[in-house]
């Protein structure tokens, strides 16, 4: 058996007491596999928003400086003062980056079910992806159907299982139909597309023409532009249309998911038949699960009484449903993985590319349809 395996490069992040990010890309031995684990070599890696999170911290990326050496290459950039100390869970840590991947066995311990798996395409799921070579247990495998690429099955956890943890979120809790943000990226594709094989009312919320225009090529009928003049009218109406009273938010800082509240409580007035000086007794719940906006959340208080606003990420969610029903889901993704969980990329990079200034400021930008996969494999 090859022992190629046994160092490769891994894209680390650190943010020191003194206030540096330092990115950097150093050789790491890979732990041999125990009798339930195998090593995977990872192809395919995407760039996700919860990834970016943790590669950047809350540092100012427009100081990024080029340091390191050739072998070891490295960026550095400043983490403003007064944000300090939101990162003081991390300071002096060097940390792995990248939260899913697909790529190829090439070792495995010495179980038959690791053995079976040598030579697999497997989607992996556990931190750390950022590497050539990952050492996980079986169960964070998820073996493709045969001919898949690893690019198809890098995005088979975060954005699919989100994307369907919100259409069981809505279910389980009572509401009838959705409103999603940013909702021209790959997740809001993808929520799109399973709202239409499910027949869920969906309402998309984006802020240019052009990705309202590419969402209703895509068969949405629900779309609002929020930088249009018309949009708290526009979303009203739409609210009246499907009855949504669940929305998910991508944005968190600004006046959007305030927004959304006062139009849902429009909606909900507009079907009432007596006035009530406390609003309509309609619940209407956004859930942040994102921060494109790092800005305060700014609410003006008109939409009654029956209302919430919280947090919302996969991990719990899936803890709350427990392993057979999150195993329901999984499956689900394997089985649709090439039609409604299929992803798109804008570029495909290396590992020394992820650290090329101008590379890091296009995938940093969080632009809605420009994903970026890394390949750490490549080069």
Known sequence: MSTDWQTGLQLRSLITKGGELRISLPRIPTPAPGAEEVVV?????????SDLGLLFGVADMSTAKVAGTPAEPAITATVPEKLLRAMTGRLDESMPVGNEGAGVVVAAGSSPAAQALI????????????????????????????????????????????????????????HTALVHTAAASNLGQMLNRICLKDGVNLVNIVRKPDQEALLRSLGAKYVCNSSAPSFMEDLTKALIETGATLAFDAIGGGKLAGQILSCMEAAAVAKMKEYSRYGSPTHKQV?????????????????????????????PFLQKIGPAETQKLRERVVAELRTTFASRYTKEISLREALDP??????????????????????
């Open 119 to 174: 030579g697999k395409t497997v989607a992996v799921l556990g931190g750390a992806m950022y590497s050539q070579y990952r050492t996980l247990n079986i169960r964070q495998c998820m073996v493709l159907p045969e001919g898949t690429k690893p690019a198809e099955g890098a995005s088979c956890f975060v954005n699919p299982l989100t994307a369907l943890g919100m259409v069981e979120t809505m279910r389980r809790e009572g």
């Open 287 to 315: 859930y942040i699960y994102g921060m494109l906006d790092r800005g305060p959340t700014e609410l003006t208080r008109n939409f009654g009484m029956a209302w919430g606003l919280g947090g919302w990420l996969l991990t």
């Open 358 to 379: 101008a590379t890091m400021a296009a995938y940093a930008k969080f632009g809605t349809g420009e994903k970026f996969l890394i390949n750490p494999s490549r080069g």
């Open 41 to 49: 070599r990872i192809e395919a890696s995407p760039l996700n928003p």
